[in-house]
């Protein structure tokens, strides 16, 4: 199928980025908004982290965007390290002076910490913290909070796949802990002091994996600040293909299915067992579908496909 460029010129990628401690993640995307050409097709991210936090962010160009939640279901690592004794408004250290609460801490053994740790593996109802980008009637939890409002959620069943911990010394406890989408490492670790008879705060919170993807070859941020900087090898050396973004399993079609597909119309697929798949064709990914009953459907489509690789020929019609 001939690829039909209208709008933004590429299809779908995404790229990891090893965010620093400091900025939003929507500092990370002005970044790569201020560094691309314009027509590359919108920028957006696969689940923000907090300023104070570091660590794996994904961003998606082009339609890779409608797939956020599709990578919000799937499974995150963090390697967090907390202090008990204190009682933050926030649940961490980043937060205003004299805000913070020194509370007394129960004699603890490497022992007692490990074992509490454990016992939240499982199903765990949790309430997102007051600073947080859950919303309420519209507008996120931290805005009411800054306002003098805070709102009380109520608890969400979340769920903890695997802790480990790494290192207990004085009143500081590191850990590694897997966990379902939408869970606040925040909110644990005050959960795990206020089991432990005290109340916690992190100091750090770095994210290493995501929905399978690892830091591996992740971007460092200064790579837009360096003079010699290139969009071009920055396309090359970076952008991945979206197939590798969430392990769908991986559909080929014919030509003419391959029209249908794209053209939005149902096809027949009775071999198939129901599940989503990548929509392939003539080594380019039509978008994501779902078979149901036989019947293949378009959940996401692309246009124009994606390749697996970027296509630097076209870059000559790009805004620099």
């Known amino acids: 199928m001939a690829r039909k460029f209208k709008g933004p010129i590429f ?3 995404f790229f990891k980025v090893d965010k620093p401690k400091g900025i939003t993640s929507f500092d990370v995307i002005r970044q790569f908004k201020r560094k691309l050409p314009k027509n590359i097709g919108k920028i957006g991210h696969f689940g923000t982290l907090d300023p104070f936090a570091t660590g794996l962010m994904v961003i998606g160009i082009g ?12 499974t995150k690592e963090y390697i967090a390290s907390g202090r008990l004794g204190f009682l933050s408004p926030t649940g961490d250290f980043d ?3 004299g805000t913070m609460e020194r509370v007394e801490i129960p004699p603890l053994s490497y022992e007692n910490v490990k074992d509490a740790l454990e016992s939240f ?3 765990y109802m949790q309430s997102p913290p007051a600073f947080s980008a ?17 709102i009380e959620k109520p608890p969400v069943e979340r769920h903890i796949h695997d802790i480990e911990l790494l290192s207990f010394e004085g009143d500081t406890v590191i850990f590694r802990v897997s966990v379902s989408s939408g869970t606040y490492i925040r909110v644990l670790f005050d959960d795990l002091a206020i089991k432990l008879g005290t109340r916690g705060a992190l100091e750090e919170l770095r994210r290493t994996n995501s929905a399978g993807i690892d830091l591996d070859g992740s971007i460092k941020l200064d790579i837009f600040n360096d003079d010699d900087f290139d969009f071009r090898e920055f396309l090359l050396n970076h ?5 590798d973004l969430i392990n769908f399993q991986l559909l080929e079609l014919d030509d003419k299915d391959a029209l249908s597909f794209a053209n939005g119309m149902t096809i027949k697929r009775e071999n198939e067992t129901d599940g ?7 080594n380019q990914t039509l978008g994501l579908g779902a078979i149901d009953e036989g019947k293949l459907k378009v959940k996401v489509g692309f246009s124009p496909a994606a390749l697996d690789k970027i296509d630097l020929t076209i870059c000559n019609s790009l805004d620099e």
């Not at 339609?63 to 799937?74: E, F, I, M």
């Not at 952008?239 to 197939?243: E, L, S």
Request: glycine share 8%; aromatic share 10%.
């Open 11 to 13: 299809g779908p990628f």
């Open 63 to 74: 339609p890779a965007t409608r797939l956020n939640q599709y990578t919000q279901v799937s």
């Open 95 to 97: 937060t205003e002076d």
């Open 121 to 123: 593996v499982g199903p």
């Open 134 to 150: 859950t919303k309420h009637e519209g507008k996120p939890l931290h805005e009411w909070a800054r306002e003098g409002i805070i």
């Open 239 to 243: 952008a991945q293909p979206i197939t």
């Open 276 to 282: 989503l798949y990548w929509v392939r064709s003539n």
